[in-house]
């Protein structure tokens, strides 16, 4: 949630690790500004975008992650997942061209005894979605251990994520920005 005081957004996050993600969005010019159940709507470097809210993959202790599934106003299909490094570094795929530095700077956190989340995404083409959208479905209404048919259809989408990375940044300027 998000309010105007003064004039400054001030967030009300669910948990601190949100709370931060928001700020530090925020600082790169990509401010949130509202939520609602279909839709999230962000100022992207003072345009303001709403996305389509088109699945939440909820996030438990056991997945120790969560992903969030939107169509760009220009009709793309992007899931973006967040969680534990160790989990999501196993999802990442085996193309992606920044597992190396992600690697050496997730090393780098860890010797440094700091708390580290990583954020990837993966575009999805419109009947990959609808394919997996059906199972979710199905998944959703399931009678008997619904929660472990929910995990099983999340584990099909939430694989070969890319992580972004900035070009040129090298592995001591990530750093310096801890």
Known sequence: MVEQKEDELVYQA????????????RNFGFVFLSRTQDTITISEMD??????????????SDRKRMSIILRF???RIRLYCKGADT?????LSP????????????????????????????????QEFD??????????????????????????????????HTPNTSINQVTSTM
């Open 131 to 164: 394919a997996w959208a059906k199972k979710h479905k199905d998944a959703s209404v399931a009678m008997g251990n619904r929660e472990a048919a929910l995990d099983r259809v999340y584990e099909q989408i939430e694989n070969n994520l890319m992580v972004g």
């Open 87 to 91: 989990v999501i570094y196993e999802r």
């Open 95 to 126: 193309n992606s061209r920044h597992k190396e530095v992600t690697q050496t700077a997730l090393d780098i956190f860890a010797n440094q005894t700091l708390r580290t989340l990583c954020l990837c995404y993966k575009d999805i083409s419109k």
């Open 14 to 25: 669910a948990s601190p690790d949100e709370g931060a993600l928001v700020t530090a969005a």
């Open 47 to 60: 345009q303001e975008m709403t996305y389509e809210v088109l699945a939440l993959l909820d996030f438990n």
């Open 73 to 75: 106003p220009d009709g």
